[in-house]
């Protein structure tokens, strides 16, 4: 009786290992797959951009079809935005993610609106882009970078909302009733224990809400359409590298492609140097509590 035993366990355990091996060769081609084209992608904008990086491009505005240029203004117009867009996204995030955290954890209102920002979160950028184009732009009867910074604002809120709701519940709860056993207003205690303890991670969800927003296109052509001119008016239509960046790279000419190359290059290093550094804020604020 045990010797057919021993064989019947022997072959469950040969069966397992080769579906196992199977399993991980899989993953392991899928994730080389992936990797593949990821570093072909970068590859190719590495090398191409920066072949095409010139000492003008930060100076001299985008040109007219056949000339030389560059895209000072596309670069002044996506900081400006995106500057724009995280002074409104960020305090109106910080503040919805402490209630939710503090006030409605688990009440139902809080779960309604986790589901909200959740779809929020997911929402094609486009979808946000006609509803400011709706709101805004149709009302106003012109494009500007008030509707443009407006729609990257909606794509930032739901990122600072949820990491700010994530990093506040992870802060332990003692840190709390130690606070409050010694008087300490429940305001306060908000804002000198719990906001200081999470400080780091909702730093980490700003920067890559910004990231995130610094490469959005669909959004700026239903609101802030573009401008070849500098303009520091935002009532006016404002020029963004990501949307210069589509019109040049649908162009024939050939000078609009090396500009679109090379704010493809641009765009990708700050998004490098933005998720670099919010990992190193991470993993410093991980050092010093360990």
Do not use: C
């Not at 959005?216 to 239509?237: G, I, K, M, V």
């Not at 000419?253 to 991470?282: C, E, K, N, P, Q």
């Amino acid at each position: 009786m045990n010797a057919p035993s021993h064989a019947v366990s022997d072959r469950l355990y040969r069966n397992r290992r080769v579906r196992n091996a199977i399993a991980l060769g899989l993953s392991g081609l899928a994730t080389l797959f992936g990797l593949f084209w990821l570093v072909w992608i970068l590859w190719t904008t590495l090398r191409t951009g920066l072949g095409a990086m010139k000492p003008g491009l930060f100076t001299r505005m985008t040109p007219p079809p056949g000339s030389d240029g560059g895209l000072a203004n596309a670069l002044f117009g996506s900081a400006v935005m995106s500057l724009g867009a995280i002074l409104v996204g960020t305090p109106i995030g910080v503040a919805a993610g402490t209630y939710l955290a503090e006030y409605a954890r688990k009440a139902p209102i809080g779960e309604a609106i986790r589901f909200v920002n959740d779809i929020l979160l997911s929402a094609p950028s486009i979808v946000l882009g006609l509803f400011v184009y709706t709101l805004v732009v149709r009302t106003s009867g012109h494009f500007s970078g008030y509707a443009g910074a407006l729609s990257l604002a909606l794509i930032v809120l739901p990122v600072v909302v949820r990491t700010t709701d994530e990093m506040l519940q992870l802060v332990p709860g003692t840190m709390r009733e130690a606070a409050l056993s010694l008087g300490v207003p429940q305001w306060k205690v908000t804002i000198q224990v719990l906001y200081r303890s999470a400080l780091p991670g909702i730093v980490t969800g700003v920067l890559l809400a910004l990231a995130r927003i610094s490469g959005e296109t669909a959004p700026l052509l239903f609101t802030a359409l573009n401008n070849q001119y500098w303009t520091h008016d935002l009532s006016q239509p404002m020029a963004s590298v990501p949307v210069v960046i589509f019109q040049y790279a649908m162009s024939p000419y050939d000078s609009w492609h090396a500009l679109a190359w090379a704010g493809a290059f641009v765009v990708t290093l700050f998004v490098l140097l933005l998720s670099l550094l919010s990992r190193a804020i991470l993993l410093r604020n991980k050092a010093s509590h360990d």
